[in-house]
């Protein structure tokens, strides 16, 4: 590391000059950055773009005047932060540690690549501030979302929920025909397209991931290929006007700079418009030690009280939380201006809050049983993969979801263990998990084999996959469920 390194700062956002008066340290290999004068807060570190600097480059967004951020640059993708991404303070303490992984959704294309393959650390951190759990490492977004392979629209589950949720969203909004929903991370469009049926036309989303949102367009879905952030949300309210509804599903939890990302909702949305967020929540997270949930692209791992303050920061204000069952428990969070009328604080807010204070979030104590809880499941799996082993039993898995690679390569599961796995997407058919290397197969090759057993790696749809492999099962097939405790369903 060369403490001589000249910085030098694509500023976007500040037109003014802005003087740095950076001093550099090396201390340990971590690169301390003192920022003197810097004008505004709203930064990206990878507007920035870390991936065009060399490793060992120091890079910093701005910053509260005089404040200090502290960052070691890893690689030419990956930053590790030591400040709390909502709240700046620095007091991240170590939740749990999964050691080196190759990112989650990294699929090899064939065993020529394995030579090849990145791999990083992935740690888990609470902030004694704001008390966010979230990751330190940082990956740069272009590399894991310009190119993703998790289309929503391949869930059965999925549809049934969006169209439950625009029905009740038109109702209680009284949604006009004309009204402009826009969608961040819109995906393959699933939710818009249930936005069409219902006979809101007006719908935009914006997706960064250009597979998906050429898919989404030639669907009749009007995706912007995109990331979003303020100067995006400034641009399309100049452009389209203010929006009543603002959708980001599974998205929030994905962003380094997640106080730019709700600044960007709040300054696209209507006064009497509905910020709509949904997000795994912490509580099921922790209740179900669904550590395989963690994995480089879920950078904060949300609940209602550090959500409260992120919105209050960015000029929103939650006004109601719903619970639902998808991704293993999540959280519905409707956000919107304090000035707003149409929705009326609920109930639901404080009830959260006092949910969260019950188990404990707001204490490191409260988390730290994670840790335990993933090494005891880590135990119980690989004990009875090696059991079945043993006993000559042939081992499959269904599914190649993201965090199915968070298990198999925390657990150290490669193909001696479980020979395959199977998955309904065409996208990821033919390729490699990373990490472990298991083969992915279309489902029908569970009839053409018939394994004795199918751990379900996406767990969060294992009803519907039972339900699809009934003919699996009544062969004698048997499916396993590793998470929170590996269970054979009889
Ligand atoms: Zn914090």
Redesign the pocket.
Known sequence: MHSENAIHLDWRFNAAAIIFSALLHTIDGIVRIDAAAVAHRQHNLFHADPTRLPQGACLLSCAPSGARLYWRLMSENLVIRNT?R????RELHLVLDLGRTPLANAYLKSAEEIASEQWYPLTVRW?A????LQLAEVIAPEVLFSHYLYASGFADAFHAHNRALVKQIKKQFGLKRNAQIIEVASNDGSLLKAYQAAGLRNVLGVEPASNLAAMANQAGVPTLNQFFNERVARELRDERGAAEVVHAHNVLAHVDDIRGFVRGAATLLDDEGVFVVEAPYLIDFLLRGEYDTIYHEHLSYLAVE?MARLYCDCGLEIRHVERLAIHGGSIRVFGCQPKNRKLRMQDSVAEMLALERAHRTHSLEGLLPLAEQAARQKRELRGLLEQLKREGKRVAAYGAPAKGNTLLNYCQIGTDLIAYTVDRSPLKQGLLTPGMHLPIHPPAKLLQDQPDYVVILAWNFADEIMAQQAKYRARGGRFILPIPKPVIVE
């Open positions: 709390c909502i709240c700046d303070s902030c501030r704001c008390h966010l550090p």
